[in-house]
């Protein structure tokens, strides 16, 4: 993948934050947050449309195509990863981890992001308690990777991952990366739920227990917790 400008990543950054690939995001939402005159913002709109990365539809504002989702994800699960070191490691103060973080993210190397997620232990959320999104290398657990010294030898995925509390009712899917290493497989199994199991979301639950989902036919309901680590590949129907 060509190295896209930081302009052009912070854009697709604010999409993914505030439409994902859900709901289209309206310039003027994008003009207020990035700070840039709507005018300069439509223009650029329209050439991320052309290079395949947004649907722009005037009047409506932009949404994510799945090639720009791919871009999106990464940059933000770079920027969360940053804040979480920043603050756990660096003892960096909260009020300050989000402006370093928006200077590092870009640069910031895969390799580098890989380090610094193995040394937080694979968290799932930022300070900010928003999901830190799976990586992009191909593993289907975090064991795997840890087992993995040598970075130029690992494979990345072709298809974006979606954790089961970002899914909405009737959505249906696959398990394909359980974030975690091997002492959260056996409650993950007890309930039914490993790579290549099934997945459809039966109803979306605003308390403890996040989502009730049938795994291969059977209904379960699921923490908060599990649904941000569990890591589905949706069934695009």
Do not use: W
């Not at 993948?1 to 052009?8: P, R, V």
């Not at 650029?44 to 989702?69: C, F, H, R, V, W």
């Not at 290398?137 to 970002?166: K, Y």
């Not at 403890?208 to 590949?233: A, H, P, R």
């Amino acid at each position: 993948m060509d190295k896209l400008s930081s302009n052009i990543e912070e854009y697709l950054e604010v999409l993914y934050r505030y439409g994902n690939k859900n709901k289209y995001v309206s310039t003027t939402k994008i003009s207020k947050v990035l700070g840039i005159a709507p005018g300069s913002v439509t223009g650029m709109l329209k050439k991320l449309s052309s290079n395949g990365y947004i649907d722009y539809e005037p009047y409506q504002g932009a949404i994510l195509t799945d090639k720009g989702l791919k871009i999106a994800r990464k940059i933000t699960r770079k920027h969360r990863i940053l804040e979480k070191f920043l603050l756990n490691v660096l003892n960096i103060t909260d009020k300050n981890i989000h402006e370093e973080a928006c200077k590092m993210e870009h640069s910031l190397s895969d390799e580098a992001e890989r380090a610094m997620c193995l040394i937080l232990e694979h968290p799932d959320i930022c300070p900010d308690d928003k999901i830190i999104p799976a990586c992009d290398f191909d593993f289907t657990n975090c064991e795997e990777c840890q087992s993995n010294e040598e970075i130029n030898e690992i494979g990345f995925r072709d298809h974006n991952l979606v954790p089961i509390s970002q899914l909405s009712d009737g959505d249906k899917g696959e398990v394909a990366f359980i974030r975690g290493d091997s002492s959260v497989l056996p409650k993950l199994i007890s309930l039914g739920i490993a790579i290549g199991s099934k997945i459809h979301i039966v109803n979306k639950i605003d308390r403890k227990d996040t989502s009730k989902i049938k795994v291969n036919g059977y209904t379960t309901k699921l923490t908060q917790e599990i649904s941000n680590n569990v890591f589905i590949k949706v069934n695009e129907e």
